[in-house]
């Protein structure tokens, strides 16, 4: 426990002072034993070399930056928004905190930011930070759909200065592992399969302390083989391994004339007094064990050449004469040192004052320091342009810069992404298939959906509705019909297509495309714009007009795979609005 990761520390501290020379090595069974000593050795500035000893995810960086990630793909994360907030590059105090989220039900943390009357209850370095911090944020929204998860993620953390947040290149080391680990994980903008990448993240180890050198060492007992050291220190020997008193079936390979044989035998019945050949099995196990342990053990203390340090903790037990040691439980190994340690423990025992006012208790003194950047913290200039020979630049025009969704707020997007999905679903099930009735009767998986992208409950029931309308008008309407008619050919729903558009190679994804009976290969794209005033076609022709370049890229990029001719096509579900569009001179293709 917390007394005994306390010896180990003094321990270190002295042997350094006295054998500054010396190498020093902390033996352990198992990983379990060293959840309060490293934290221990770490408050008292002692570096030390540890290989796969700590998980990756136990890094207080690898905490952050997963919150970062969990954060910007769920608006609805209350625990997340508040980590990210705390963490170093923002470090808002606990007070901002309150005052910037607590007290609130129904709005989320991003809402809260957007708050003015919120922001002017923090102190002027908490709305300083918060500001800094929601200008990265609200370009990262801006942009978003535009990189992976794993690149979108990263330009985020290094954005708000995480790299200067990192203690040395060791944490630099283990924050690469974990993007690495992500982009593994990453479906184009969202996580899949999260639990396989909390999985991932546990079985990961903590990369060894690049500034530590060789003087302080922690490893199993397993990995110290061959290895020697001046000191070793054995703490938790109490500790016994895990035993397994009810195993399904017991074996055993015996050696035989004929070949090797198999002696197996299930677990007893219920009811069942005994059963000899389990029970043999079980003896010859446990003996197998003993003997295992015995060997560890021998492989342990001859690591040292000069000092062995054991240390273990014993449990008392009252009687009518006092207290006396229980004595070490069997598996541990303690249990094979103790006819040889038993004396020394009763001499501690009996020297110890148990009185209730002479027990002392070991308290850790809890700080609340926030480790944060320095007010005023700024990115660092880029370096200078190294002169070299580029390639000509290309100019990406204006309205291809601009991020499809900057001019909406965030539940309309959220209708946009759950529309494209319950309408990929019809097209794919066959429209035929899907009435008013069905599509009502998916309601809530649609809110399901829309929760989990973070829409707020205000706005829920405004949110689904929208969804509905959007699904029933599409299977109403002459237009929605058509693009889903299960009679065309070459059908693709999202597909997802990569090319050379402009210089650059791009990746892009289509809402569907096929051929009609005239042989021509029709490019759709949904959107779920939405219109409150009267002239809704010069609405829809200036959409027409925004969106042409985006169609447009998407013809270039379909133009090699096949020679056929292209119309492009914007359809708009919540306006049962159809523009479509014959792709201009630049893609290759004319009218």
């Known amino acids: 426990?917390?007394?005994?990761?306390?010896?180990?520390?003094?321990?270190?501290?002295?042997?350094?002072?006295?054998?500054?020379?010396?190498?020093?090595?902390?033996?352990?069974?198992?990983?379990?034993?060293?959840?309060?000593?490293?934290?221990?050795?770490?408050?008292?500035?002692?570096?030390?070399?540890?290989?796969?000893?700590?998980?990756?995810?136990?890094?207080?960086?690898?905490?952050?930056?997963?919150?970062?990630?969990?954060?910007?793909?769920?608006?609805?994360?209350?625990?997340?928004?508040?980590?990210?907030?705390?963490?170093?590059?923002?470090?808002?105090?606990?007070?901002?905190?309150?005052h910037l989220a607590g007290g609130v039900n129904g709005r989320t943390i991003w809402q809260c930011m957007q708050d003015p009357d919120r922001l002017q209850l923090l102190s002027v370095d908490g709305r300083e930070r918060l500001l800094k911090m929601r200008a990265v944020l609200e370009l990262h929204y801006a942009e978003q759909g535009r990189r992976n998860l794993r690149r979108s993620v990263e330009s985020v953390w290094m954005s708000l200065g995480g790299p200067a947040t990192l203690g040395d290149r060791t944490d630099l080391d283990n924050v690469k592992v974990y993007f690495e680990l992500l982009e593994q994980f990453a479906a184009g903008v969202t996580l899949q399969h999260e639990a396989q990448f909390f999985e991932g993240i546990n079985r990961l180890f903590a990369a060894p302390d690049v500034r530590a050198d060789e003087m302080l060492q922690i490893m199993t007992i397993h990995k110290a083989k061959g290895l020697e050291f001046d000191t070793v220190i054995m703490p938790g020997l109490e500790k016994g391994r895990m035993r397994d008193e009810h195993t399904l079936l017991r074996w055993e390979e015996i050696p035989h004339e004929e070949g090797p044989g198999l002696l197996l035998a299930p677990i007893r019945e219920a009811g069942e007094l005994q059963s000899p050949i389990y029970d043999y099995l079980k003896r010859r196990e446990e003996q197998k064990h003993y003997f295992e342990e015995q060997r560890?053990?021998?492989?342990?203390?001859?690591?040292?050449?000069?000092?062995?340090?054991?240390?273990?903790?014993?449990?008392?037990?009252e009687n009518h004469d006092g207290i006396e040691l229980s004595g070490p439980q069997k598996g541990s190994l303690l249990y094979h040192l103790w006819p040889q340690l038993e004396t020394d423990f009763d001499a501690a025992l009996q020297e110890e004052d148990h009185?209730?006012?002479?027990?002392?208790?070991?308290?850790?003194?809890?700080?609340n320091n926030l480790n944060r950047l320095a007010p005023g913290w700024h990115l660092p200039a880029p370096p200078e342009v190294i002169s070299r020979e580029s390639p000509p630049s290309v100019e990406i025009p204006a309205d291809e810069a601009t991020p499809e969704f900057e001019w909406a707020g965030e539940t309309i997007k959220h209708i946009g992404t759950v529309t494209h999905r319950a309408i990929q679903q019809i097209a794919e099930t066959g429209i035929a298939e899907w009435d008013q009735e069905r599509i009502l009767s998916n309601e809530e998986r649609y809110r399901g959906a829309l929760l989990r992208l973070g829409v707020v409950e205000s706005d829920l029931a405004w949110?689904?509705?929208?969804?509905?309308?959007?699904?029933?008008?599409?299977?109403?309407?002459?237009?929605?019909r058509w693009i889903l008619d299960p009679a065309h050919k070459g059908v693709r729903n999202e597909y997802a297509v990569?090319?050379?558009?402009?210089?650059?190679?791009?990746n892009a994804i289509i809402d569907r495309t096929f051929i009609d009976s005239e042989n021509i290969r029709w490019i759709i794209d949904y959107k779920t714009s939405r219109h409150e005033g009267p002239d809704v076609q010069a609405f829809l022709d200036r959409e027409q007009e925004r969106y042409r370049s985006q169609l447009e890229k998407y013809a270039i990029l379909l133009r090699h795979m096949e020679n056929i001719e292209i119309r492009l096509g914007l359809y708009f579900p919540l306006l049962c609005g159809w523009r479509e569009m014959t792709p201009g001179e630049n893609t290759g293709y004319s009218s």
């Open 1 to 98: 426990g917390d007394r005994e990761a306390g010896a180990v520390v003094s321990l270190v501290q002295s042997l350094r002072t006295e054998h500054p020379e010396g190498t020093i090595a902390i033996l352990v069974r198992s990983r379990a034993q060293l959840g309060v000593i490293v934290p221990r050795l770490r408050d008292a500035g002692l570096r030390f070399r540890a290989v796969e000893i700590e998980q990756l995810g136990e890094r207080q960086a690898i905490q952050d930056v997963l919150a970062l990630t969990l954060a910007l793909n769920r608006f609805a994360d209350r625990i997340a928004w508040l980590a990210i907030l705390r963490a170093p590059w923002c470090g808002l105090t606990l007070t901002d905190l309150y």
């Open 296 to 317: 560890l053990l021998y492989v342990a203390v001859t690591r040292a050449k000069h000092r062995l340090h054991l240390l273990a903790s014993v449990p008392v037990k």
């Open 355 to 367: 009185s209730p006012l002479a027990r002392e208790v070991e308290t850790r003194q809890l700080t």
């Open 463 to 480: 949110a689904v509705n929208n969804v509905i309308k959007a699904l029933n008008n599409l299977i109403s309407d002459e237009h929605g």
């Open 498 to 506: 990569s090319g050379l558009y402009r210089g650059r190679v791009v």
